[in-house]
Structure formats: structure tokens, C-alpha cells
């Protein structure tokens, strides 16, 4: 940091990009973040664990259409499942999850829809995503949670838009 | 370097190598198993594939790093100062009580009592002496900060107005940096765990345990890495035959790392409920901050060893790489560590991406960037000091430089089979911490690149075995006397060029704190006082 020197030359040749570069991600970051509307679990309250099966919110796991298109899945996670494991909605419609634990850390992973949100007990977590390609989506545990860990598993059925208003 | 103070390294650095051989067998296990090839059944004490993972990141992230750091650093510092250590007899009494934490943590978890992973979230709850035995590591490594700052008190009497040689100034950055980080798992440990553990609370919870954690968690890896850097910044270049392109700039760098480690670890917790979206933004902020020193660091470390390599006939933009002196296995285990965590930098940024980070969080990809950080641009490193370190220390040459060098560039082709494959893993969804080999869900895509984790750890264990050997054969069978240890680098742009400020210890500290009240504070708040404890603890393995 000597001024006037070649070594002084080359580290601010050096240090101005390097300040540059962080910038610019993260202004990439932050347009990509809220211009797309990405959404991170954020404070949705708390919840006493060890009464998770009486509080109106998960007294009955499982899905709910609360208007066209938009499903709300009330889940817990246990040692070792969901509830519920079987989750089918609608190509096309946005899902948001409520979910909690009842005992130890779990965590909620759908791969390929950005769904992964960790689920503390203690704590109500959020997360939704939009399900637009018919298929079959795996629901996994990714946070270990006792012996069986790598059983905890389910799936998320996407139904095409014809049979699955056929069904219902 | 007086003897006591050469014993007292050496005796930190065997426990270091235990645990790093530990950690590596159960590495093989870990990686066989991914592969379809379930040891468990058939190994003494290993009772399961979880009860093998905790083993594995225990002793590989928690004691092999942490061991030899206190082992290495006031070896650097002391050498560099040009005094003796303060206190030699506040060495023993650190080594003893960190070893005694060590053998009090090791029992439950080798008794399959402890398997909670090196993260130990609550509410899985673990055998007291698990969370007391830690917790006096951490105490250890507060005495040596305390050991670091006397004897640089000691040797500023001697030299006022004198600049801090460049190895103990980063040195002791590291332990400062470290001392004010680890005041989060501090809490963790004392307020929440140990009195859980021993029932004199009823509940816990896992939010406010998670966050004391990473409050420590991500500066940890600074805490393991600035050693590394250390040795890039003041060793290498000169055993490149080199000059240190910027003294001033490392310092700059350092100083930086001391203030921004801290403030950012909510980036380990984009995904936990109860931590609010703007607070988790600024701490992706501060994340894509820390990245600065590192840019820096690569510049000046890079430029550093061309000085090396044009000084022995290098040429060219790209060719002069080819003029370093690969043969040194130490300098070629640094450099080859260099290369490897260019990657582990990029793929920390996109999990740093408060976005990005949703895709890869807690699969297979993390296992691949922990394993080209901690597990290479650390590990590799440290490897290549214990090859000066370690004949030093004997009095005898290291057995095979040869082999070593092999060793080293083994480890360099294992690990890029192997994180490779995991990053790719995760990418595609595959769970870490999971025992994937008996899971009912394993993906056709999985499958095709599970075997790859497989080879990929095998060739890194069998780098690992050549280590030991040749470490083992240098104690036992070497009979040339050790070559001189490699000198500090001197540097292009001397630490004169550097402001004085920079040599002041009580501004940095203080920016530090404000920066960590202003980052952490009002969660940290929040948490304290609407917490209700009420998670019950478990044993579910």
C-alpha cells in the first residue's frame, strides 16, 4: 500500500474488482430473490411441541383447497414420517405448507420445486411453491433425525389438470 | 524453539493424526456404504451408519483441526517473535485439559451415547459428559489465546513501536477471532445443554440452540482456515522460492476476517422457521463481505508463488504453474489445496445466495463443499506442514518425499472424483446425513453416480493410509538428520508500507463486537426472552 509503486498498482488493480465482484452478485441476488418471488421461511410463531396433535392447526393433517389453484397442506413430522405422506394436487396450482415437528429436527426437501424449509420443533414453518409439470415428486427428510432417518420419506403427486378435476 | 515448547506442539499434533486416522477409517465406511457396501454389521464398536458419521465429523472438523491449530500456532507465533512461549507450564495445563475433554467426549461417543452428529441439534440428546467434555475443549482453546496474547505482551516490552512480524500477527488474529466466535457455542453448551443433559432442566430448543450454534459455526471455518492461510501467506512463497507479494494486503485481509467471521452465520439458517427473511438478508450481506478478504488472499497468495516460480525460470501468463518445485511435497500439498478450494470458494458463494441456497440446503452438494474446504484446502494443507513439521519435531527427514508427493496428489484426484460427484448428488436432491444405501427412495439419476462416492473415498483413504506410513516410518525408521525448517517469506511490499492502525488490537475488537450486536442482536433478544423451553430431549438411534 505503498502509493506509487508497482506492488500498489497491481493491489488496486486487484482490490477494485474484488470489491466489484460481491457487489454485483449481490444486486444479482437481491433482483433474483424478489423479482421472483423466491420465499425463505421466515418467524410464522411458535407452537409447544409436545401438543402439536391438539392445536387447531394440526389437529388434522392433510390438504385443503382454500381457493381455485391454491392448496394449503397442514403436515407434522415425526420419528419417522410425514403426515400426511401423500400429497396430490392439480398441475398448476400453488401449494403452501404448514408444517412442524413433534419430537426431534426434521427437515422438509421436495428436489426440483424449491421446497426445503427445516422443521424445529417448537417451531410453525412455511413454505410454498407453484406445481406446474404433472408427475411425482419426492417429499424427503434431510435433516437427520435418529436411527430410521433414511426412511422418513413421501411423495407429492402432480395430476394433470383433466383427470384430477374428473376425480374430485 | 526451546525443547518443552517443540514437546508441547508434538504432543497436540498426536492427538491431531489419532483423530484424523479415526476419522478417516470411518470415512471409508461412510463412502463404501453410499456404494452398496454395508461394513457396518461386520465392524467392532461402529454400531451404525449414523453412529460412524458422528464419529467421522467429530474427529475429522472438531478435534484433528482443532488439535493441531493449538499445536501450530503458538509454534508459528513464538518463532516469529522470537520469544519464548509466556507460559510452558500454562501449555501443559491447556494440553491436559483439552485432553481430558477429549477422552470424556470420546467415551459416550464411541459408546454410541453421543450420536448426534458433529452439529449435536437438540432435541436429540446426547450422554452428558458429551456436551462437558466439549465444552472443556473450548475453555483449552481460550487458554491458548490467553498463552498468545502474554507472549506477544512480552515480546512488545522488548520492541515497542516495533511491527507485529507477520506469522504471530495473523496468528493471533486467528485465536482472537476464534475466542470472540466461540462465545456462542459457549452459551449453547453452559446455559442450554450441560444442564439439560443432567436433567436439571426439563426442556429445550432447537431454534435458539441452532443459532448460539452457528453463531460459532461458520467462524469456525475461519478458525480452521486462517491457519491455513497462514501458512500460504508466510511459508509457501518462500518455499516456492518466492517473495510474499504484500504485506500489507495480508494484514488488510486478516484484520477483515477478524471483523467479519461472526456477523453471518444466519446463512446456515436460511431454512429454520422463526428467524425473520430481512434479518437472514443481512447476513447474506455480510457473507458476500467476508468474500473480499478471501479475493484478496487468493491475489496476493497466487502472485506470490509466481514471484516463486518466475524466480526459477517460470514464463508465460499460465506456464510459469509448471516451474513451482513440484517435488516439494509440502509446497505441492499447499498448492494442489489452493486449487481444490477455488472451487470449495465458488460453491460456498451459492450457498451464502440467500436464493440459490434453497436448491442445495442440507443435500449431498454441502457434503461436497465441506469436503474441498475443511476436507482440502484445511487437511491437505496441514498435511503438507506435518511434512516439515513432524521431521522437525523427530530430528529425522521425513522417510519418502516421493511417496509424499504421491500421497498429496492422490488425495488431490479422490477428492475431485469424490465432492464432484457429491455436488452433483445434491444438485439432484439426494439428502445429506442419510443412510442412502438403505433408503426405499434412492433416484435412478442417484443411482448411476452412487459408485463414484465410493471409488472417490477409497482412493482417499488409501492417500491417507500412505500419509500415515510415511509419518509412521519417519518416527520409527528414518535415519537422515531433519532439513532446516522453511523460513518465513520476506515480502515484495514490506509491512512498513502497512498503517499503523493495523497493528492496534482494541479497534478491530470493538468493531467486531458492533458489528455482532448489530447483526445478531435483536434476534438473539427476541429469542432470549420469548423461548419457552419446552422441547423434551430424545434418544432415537
Known amino acids: 500500500m505503498k502509493r506509487g509503486t508497482t506492488v500498489y498498482l497491481y493491489e488496486l488493480a486487484w482490490i477494485l474488482p474484488s470489491f466489484a465482484i460481491p457487489v454485483g452478485m449481490l444486486v444479482a441476488l437481491v433482483i433474483t430473490a424478489f423479482g421472483a418471488g423466491i420465499h425463505l421461511p421466515g418467524n410464522e410463531g411458535r407452537i409447544d411441541p409436545t401438543k402439536v ?21 397442514r403436515m407434522t413430522a415425526q420419528v419417522w414420517s410425514f403426515a400426511p405422506n401423500e400429497i396430490r394436487v392439480p398441475a398448476g396450482s400453488t401449494v403452501h405448507f404448514w408444517a412442524t415437528s413433534k419430537d426431534v429436527v426434521h427437515g422438509l426437501l421436495i428436489p426440483h420445486a424449491n421446497v426445503n424449509v427445516m422443521l424445529l ?8 411453491a407453484r406445481f406446474d409439470t404433472p408427475g411425482e415428486y419426492l417429499i424427503v427428510c434431510h435433516e437427520y433425525c435418529g436411527i430410521a432417518h433414511h426412511t422418513m420419506a413421501g411423495r407429492l403427486v402432480v395430476e394433470p389438470r383433466k383427470t384430477a378435476e374428473v376425480a374430485r | ?56 465429523g467429530v474427529l475429522n472438523v472438531l478435534v484433528w483441526t482443532t488439535f493441531f491449530i493449538c499445536g501450530f500456532l503458538p509454534w508459528i507465533t513464538t518463532r516469529a517473535l522470537g520469544v519464548p512461549l509466556a507460559s510452558v507450564g500454562l501449555g501443559r495445563f491447556t494440553f491436559w485439559l483439552m485432553t481430558i475433554g477429549l477422552v470424556m467426549a470420546a467415551i459416550p461417543l464411541i459408546g454410541n451415547a453421543a450420536t448426534v452428529m458433529f452439529t449435536f441439534y437438540p432435541p436429540l440428546k446426547a450422554h452428558w ?19 498468545l496474547a502474554l507472549t506477544w505482551r512480552a515480546w512488545r516490552r522488548g520492541n515497542p513501536g516495533a511491527r507485529t512480524p507477520l506469522p504471530a500477527f495473523m496468528a493471533l488474529v486467528t485465536f482472537a477471532m476464534w475466542t470472540i466466535a466461540s462465545l456462542g457455542i459457549a452459551a449453547e453448551m453452559l446455559v442450554m445443554l450441560i444442564p439439560w443433559s443432567l436433567g436439571l432442566v426439563g426442556g429445550t430448543d432447537p431454534l435458539l440452540a441452532r443459532t448460539l450454534f452457528w453463531f460459532t459455526g461458520h467462524p469456525i471455518v475461519y478458525f480452521w482456515l486462517l491457519p491455513a492461510y497462514i501458512s500460504w ?40 422457521p422463526g428467524i425473520q427473511q430481512g434479518w437472514k438478508l443481512v447476513h447474506a450481506f455480510l457473507t ?4 473480499f478478504p478471501s479475493l484478496l488472499t487468493f491475489f496476493n497468495v497466487v502472485a506470490s508463488l509466481e514471484s516463486g516460480a518466475r524466480a526459477r525460470g517460470g514464463k508465460g501468463w499460465i506456464a510459469w504453474f509448471g516451474k513451482l518445485p513440484w517435488g516439494d511435497p509440502s509446497l505441492a500439498a499447499q498448492v494442489l489445496a489452493m486449487l481444490l478450494f477455488t472451487f470449495g470458494g465458488v460453491g460456498g458463494l451459492i450457498n451464502a445466495s440467500y436464493n440459490l441456497n434453497l436448491v442445495v440446503h442440507n443435500t449431498a452438494w454441502i457434503v ?26 523427530r530430528g529425522r527427514a521425513l522417510w519418502s518425499r516421493k511417496l509424499a508427493v504421491a500421497q498429496v496428489w ?52 488409501v492417500s491417507s493410509m500412505l500419509y500415515f506410513l510415511n509419518l509412521i516410518l519417519t518416527l520409527v525408521a528414518s535415519r537422515a538428520p531433519a532439513p532446516a525448517v522453511p523460513g518465513f517469506a520476506e515480502a515484495l511490499s514490506g509491512p512498513d508500507h502497512a498503517p499503523a492502525i493495523l497493528d492496534r488490537w482494541r479497534p478491530w475488537i470493538v468493531l467486531a463486537f458492533v458489528l455482532i450486536a448489530v447483526a445478531y442482536g435483536p434476534t438473539l433478544v427476541r429469542l432470549a426472552v420469548t423461548t419457552p423451553f419446552n422441547a423434551p430431549g430424545l434418544r432415537v438411534w
Open chain 1, 121 to 128: 420443533p417448537g417451531q410453525i414453518a412455511h413454505a410454498q
Open chain 2, 1 to 56: 524453539m526451546s525443547p518443552s515448547e517443540n514437546r508441547l506442539t508434538a504432543a497436540f499434533l498426536a492427538i491431531a493424526l489419532v483423530a484424523l486416522f479415526g476419522g478417516v477409517v470411518t470415512g471409508l465406511f461412510q463412502a463404501l456404504e453410499h456404494a452398496g457396501v454395508n461394513v457396518y454389521p461386520s465392524t467392532p464398536v461402529v454400531k451404525s451408519y449414523y453412529h460412524s458419521l458422528t464419529l467421522h
Open chain 2, 288 to 291: 458476500f463481505a467476508v468474500f
Open chain 2, 233 to 272: 501467506y508466510t511459508l509457501a512463497p518462500r518455499q516456492a522460492g518466492g517473495k510474499l507479494f504484500s504485506d500489507p494486503m495480508a494484514r488488510t485481509s486478516f484484520i477483515l476476517f477478524l471483523i467479519l467471521s461472526t456477523p453471518l452465520g444466519f446463512h446456515h439458517q436460511y431454512t429454520d
Open chain 2, 410 to 461: 492422490l488425495w488431490f484426484v479422490g477428492m475431485i472424483i469424490f465432492s464432484n460427484t457429491l455436488h452433483r448428488l445434491g444438485l439432484m436432491g439426494m439428502p445429506r446425513r442419510t443412510m442412502i444405501g438403505a433408503a426405499s427412495y434412492v433416484q435412478p439419476e442417484w443411482k448411476a453416480l452412487l459408485p463414484l462416492v465410493g471409488i472417490g473415498g477409497s482412493v482417499l483413504f
Open chain 2, 368 to 393: 461436497g463443499h465441506l469436503h474441498l474446504t475443511v476436507g482440502t484446502a484445511v487437511t491437505l494443507t496441514f498435511m503438507g506442514i506435518t511434512y516439515w513439521l513432524v521431521p522437525h519435531l
Open chain 1, 53 to 73: 396433535a391438539e392445536s387447531a392447526m394440526f389437529k388434522t393433517p392433510g390438504v385443503i383447497e382454500i381457493a381455485p389453484g391454491q392448496y394449503e397442506v
Open chain 2, 129 to 147: 459428559a458429551f456436551y462437558v467434555g466439549l465444552t472443556l475443549v473450548v475453555v483449552g482453546t481460550w487458554l491458548v489465546t490467553l498463552n
